[in-house]
């Protein structure tokens, strides 16, 4: 999936990603995780034990456009 043209306006799209704060304002990467959320009084949400994936977020540079995708990783 490293060949991507916009939907809207056809253009060429490049990868990236989206920073998701956590914990003390730590920067991260965005995660898929299965099922509904669980909400955790310590954690915020409980994520042990569930499928993740990373996701790798596409943008149009012309006209801004985001597609993301969620691909498990190859083992």
Known sequence: MTNLDCLRCKSRMEAGFIVDHGH???T???EWVEGDVVKSFWRGVHTHDRDKAKVVTYRCPR???LESYAKQPEA
Request: aromatic residues 12%; contains cysteine.
């Open 24 to 26: 003390g304002n730590a």
């Open 28 to 30: 991260q990467e965005q």
């Open 63 to 65: 006209c801004g456009y």
